[in-house]
Structures are given as structure tokens and as C-alpha cells.
């Protein structure tokens, strides 16, 4: 026989199986790597993506679509604050919402009105609830409302101004404590707030305030009491004006 057939001849199986490897000569394990390397990435990609996607109105020149007139509360009418006594924002995707805050006027609802809706004012609340009994909504919930005095609680809190004043009892009637009470559980109820004295704050609560409101006759047990009862009533059709009040 010729050299080529006695080197096959002498060559002897070695017992183990052969592995192939891939034609382009990567390991399987490399292969493997490689894939989970980019499905990680894939994942980000997508969680990249997403982010973009729900933030890309706070890019400069580019604003979230709203409607105007919109409600965030069924039994309130829309007048819109003045922009220069609130900051847009998305929340509770950028600032959690986890507190009401209860304010006194000091004055009356046109007066209240009035003044929310000035921009020299550099103030306003998201409501305000008359001694009647209605409500106005001049800011969406979803934005942060110049309130408080502390910003870390004007970007979680949503305000509610009451008709009167803080010394007069009788400024604190019955029709305004079950109207804000029904707004208050709807809040709480739409941002998952607990009804209790330390989510449910009065103004004279918030660190670095100088304001004393809702004073020393806001029956807060009364309050609690009628938002707690509030949630849990059935719901009642409810019709959602869009005027001026």
C-alpha cells in the first residue's frame, strides 16, 4: 500500500466522541454567551424605549397633550388657575401623590376664584369648595399646585381651599364639610391615600409654613368620619359641568 493508506492504517480510535464545532469555528458556549448578551441588551433596548416613550413630552418644546376643561373630579366645575400658580408635571409618574392638604380662604369663593386665577398671586389650590356645597376645580391633579409653601409637599399633595374664615365656626357649614368630604374620599380613593390625620393634613401641618389654616374650629373626627363614609357609599351618577362658576 501506498504512505497515504499505512497513515490511515495506524491511526487508532480514541474511545470519546468527536465534537463538531460551528463552521465558522465559535464554540456552542461562546454562542450561548454571546445570545444572552444580546437578548440583555434586546431588554434594555426595550426598556429604554418605553421610558422614552412615556417621558418624551418633557423634552424642551414638546408638551403633554391635554384637554382643556378636563376634570379629574366628577362633581366640580372647570376654571382654570392662572399658570403662574402651578407647574406642569405627569403625576404620579414623576411625584407620587399621597397627601390632601385642607385650607381656609380666608375670604370668599369669587374672591378665592379671583385670586387663583391672577398670576401676581404665586399661589393656588387644586379646589375650592364653597359653604354651598360646590366645588371648583381650577388645576389638574396631575399637576403641582403652588399651595403649601414646602415644595416637597406642593409636588405630592392635592389642595383643597374651604370658603370662610378661620375664625368663624359658623363659616364651616354642614353642605361644605359633606361636599369636601366626598371630594376628599375621591381623591384618596384615585391615588390609593389611607383616610387618616397623617394623609389627610391641614395647612398649619406643613413644615415652614406661616399659615394657620383651617383653623382651631375644622372638626377634623367630623372630617374623617365623612370621608370614611363617603368611601364606601355606592356610587351615584354624578353630571360633569365644564363651566365657569
Not at 30 to 54: E, N, P
Not at 107 to 121: C, E
Request: aromatic share 6%; net charge positive; hydrophobic share 35%.
Amino acid at each position: 500500500m501506498g504512505n497515504n493508506g499505512s497513515t490511515r492504517a495506524a491511526r487508532k480510535p480514541s474511545g470519546k466522541p468527536s465534537r463538531k464545532k460551528p463552521a465558522d469555528g465559535v464554540s456552542r458556549r461562546a454562542l450561548l454567551i454571546g445570545g444572552g448578551v444580546v437578548a440583555a441588551a434586546g431588554t434594555a433596548a426595550v426598556l429604554a424605549r418605553d421610558q422614552v416613550k412615556r417621558l418624551w413630552w418633557q423634552v424642551p418644546g414638546v408638551e403633554k397633550p391635554r384637554k382643556p376643561g378636563e376634570l379629574d373630579y366628577a362633581g366640580a366645575t372647570w376654571v382654570a388657575a392662572s399658570e403662574a400658580n402651578w407647574r406642569r408635571a405627569d403625576r404620579p409618574d414623576d411625584f407620587p401623590i399621597d397627601r390632601v392638604i385642607i385650607h381656609v380662604t380666608q375670604g370668599s369663593f369669587a374672591s378665592a376664584v379671583k385670586v387663583f386665577q391672577d398670576p401676581a398671586h404665586q399661589a393656588a389650590t387644586h379646589y375650592i369648595v364653597g359653604q354651598d356645597g360646590r366645588v371648583v376645580q381650577m388645576i389638574r391633579e396631575l399637576d403641582v399646585a403652588y399651595q403649601a409653601g414646602n415644595r416637597s409637599f406642593n409636588e405630592r399633595a392635592v389642595g383643597i381651599e374651604h370658603e370662610g374664615f378661620v375664625d368663624r365656626p359658623k363659616d364651616l357649614t354642614k353642605a361644605m364639610y359633606a361636599s369636601s368630604a366626598r371630594l376628599t374620599a375621591s381623591i384618596c380613593a384615585r391615588h390609593g391615600i389611607p383616610i387618616d390625620r397623617e394623609h389627610i393634613i391641614g395647612h398649619v401641618e406643613v413644615p415652614g409654613t406661616d399659615h394657620t389654616d383651617p383653623g382651631p374650629h375644622w372638626d377634623w373626627d367630623r372630617y374623617l368620619e365623612l370621608v370614611r363614609r363617603a368611601a364606601t357609599a355606592p356610587p351615584s351618577p354624578t353630571p360633569s359641568p365644564s363651566a365657569k362658576a
